[in-house]
């Protein structure tokens, strides 16, 4: 059974820092690519950050330069640390992972990062 777990949510002030972690078992995780999303009400999820199975990040441009994304895959886990953090980062923050060459992606429940101002 897949299981992809997210944690490190919170209540921050602006400018503060939070890091989250994702949690994946149940698939060949070095062999997927990791992504983080989020959402807020009445939006569509928004990409945020990748990082390939082989170590290559992309990130959005509203958060570049402040969010940086990693991988330990000996733990099975990707981290998301979050700095410079605005208001308008408040959001359910999602993992997903991918394996494109295999079609098969799967997504956590969501922790909620709240920035006050």
């Known amino acids: 059974q897949v299981q992809v777990v997210e944690s490190g949510g919170g209540l921050v002030q602006s400018g503060g820092s939070l890091r989250l972690s994702c949690a994946a078992s149940g698939i060949l995780f070095m062999i997927y690519d990791m992504n983080w999303y989020r959402q807020t009400p009445g939006k569509e999820r928004e990409w945020v950050a990748t990082?390939?199975?082989?170590?290559?990040?992309t990130y959005a441009d509203s958060v570049k330069g402040r969010f940086t994304i990693s991988r330990v895959n000996a733990n099975n886990t990707v981290y998301l640390q979050m700095n410079g953090l605005k208001p308008e980062d408040t959001a359910v923050y999602y993992c997903?992972?991918?394996?494109?060459?295999?079609?098969?992606?799967?997504w956590g429940q969501g922790t909620q990062v709240t920035v006050s101002s």
């Open positions: 997903n992972s991918k394996w494109v060459a295999g079609n098969k992606a799967y």
């Open positions: 990082i390939t199975s082989g170590g290559i990040t």
